[in-house]
C-alpha cells in the first residue's frame, strides 16, 4: 500500500533546529475489534530515525500507543539553514518510507 | 555483532552494556532501524516494561518533566511532551501504566539533540504517565496523571 508523505518542518533558531514531523500512518493497534468481532490486526510504527545531514540526532522506537498519525517534535544544536533533515520510518509489516526537508 | 546485541537485550543486562548498545547505535544508524525492543513494548506491567528497558529501580528526578493536559478528551490523541535538564541524557521513554502495554514510545538521543521530545499517544483509560530519562548509565523518572474522559480504545 502506497503511504503519503510526511510533513516535515524544521526552523533554527539560535543555534538550535527544531524539528516538527507528522507522520501519515493509521497506527492500528491490534486491540480493536471490527464490525464482524475479527479482531483487526496492528499495524504500526516501529522504528524511526531523523538525520541531520546524514548525522543521526534522533531514533525513536513506537509501541502501538503512539496515536493514528503520529507527531513529533525535537530539538537538537546545530543545523543551519537550508540544511538537509531526512526522517525515515519502518512499520511492523516492513513498510518503509524516508521524507527530506530543508532547515528554515 | 547483530546476535550479540540481541543476547544482551535478553539477558537484560546492566546499565553499562546497554550505554555500549546506545554508542553503537549511534556509531551505526542504520543499526537503529533494524532493532526493535520487542520485550520492552510487549511487556504489559510497569515494573516488566522497565525491567525490559534495563532500568529496573529510577529515580525520581525533580529534573525531569512530564508535559501534558491534566485532563484529555479523546484518549486516542494525548500530546505529551518529556523534557529533562539532566546532562548527558542519552535515552527518552513516555510510559503509560493502565495501559495494555506501558511503553508508547522510546527515543535514543545522540550527543548534541536536547532532552526535549513531544508526541502525541493513546490512552485507554486514566493513568499515570511516566518520563524515563537515562542520563549517563543512571535512570530517573518523572509523573504525570492524565485523566481521560474518552477512550483511545475501540472508540
Known amino acids: 500500500m502506497a503511504t503519503n508523505p510526511m510533513k516535515i518542518r524544521a526552523s533554527n533558531k539560535d543555534g538550535v533546529t527544531e524539528v516538527k514531523v507528522l507522520i501519515s500512518h493509521e497506527m492500528e493497534t491490534g486491540q480493536r475489534k471490527d464490525a464482524a468481532g475479527a ?10 530515525s531523523a538525520k541531520h545531514n546524514d548525522k543521526l ?27 538537509k533533515i531526512a526522517v525515515s520510518w519502518k512499520d511492523n509489516r516492513g513498510e518503509t518510507r524516508s521524507d527530506e526537508a530543508a532547515i528554515a | 555483532m547483530n546476535n550479540q546485541r540481541r543476547n544482551v537485550l535478553k539477558t537484560g543486562s546492566g546499565a553499562a552494556l546497554l550505554s555500549v548498545l546506545a554508542v553503537a547505535g549511534i556509531i551505526k544508524p542504520g543499526m537503529a532501524l ?15 516494561t522497565l525491567k ?3 532500568a529496573a529501580a529510577p529515580a525520581d528526578s525533580k529534573d525531569v518533566q512530564v508535559t501534558g493536559p491534566d485532563i484529555a478528551e479523546n484518549g486516542a490523541v494525548v500530546p505529551v511532551g ?5 546532562p548527558g541524557v542519552t535515552m527518552v521513554a ?13 527515543f ?17 483509560q486514566t493513568s499515570n504517565v511516566y518520563a524515563l530519562v537515562k542520563s549517563g548509565d543512571k535512570f530517573f523518572m518523572a509523573t504525570k496523571e492524565i ?6 480504545c475501540g472508540g
Open chain 2, 52 to 54: 525490559a528497558l534495563g
Open chain 2, 147 to 152: 485523566k481521560v474522559t474518552l477512550g483511545g
Open chain 1, 39 to 48: 479482531i483487526v490486526p496492528a499495524w504500526f510504527i516501529t522504528e524511526l
Open chain 2, 82 to 86: 518529556v523534557s529533562s535538564t539532566l
Open chain 2, 108 to 124: 535514543t538521543l545522540p550527543e548534541g539533540t536536547e532532552a526535549n521530545v513531544q508526541t502525541r499517544v493513546k490512552m485507554g
Open chain 2, 34 to 48: 533494524a532493532d526493535w525492543n520487542k520485550a520492552a513494548f510487549d511487556a504489559k506491567s510497569m515494573a516488566d
Open chain 1, 57 to 83: 540526532v534522533l531514533a525513536g522506537e513506537f509501541g502501538t500507543a503512539v496515536s493514528k498519525n503520529p507527531y513529533l517534535a525535537f530539538k537538537f544544536k546545530g543545523g543551519a539553514k537550508g540544511d
Open chain 2, 94 to 106: 513516555i510510559l503509560i501504566e493502565k495501559n495494555p502495554n506501558a511503553l508508547a514510545a522510546s
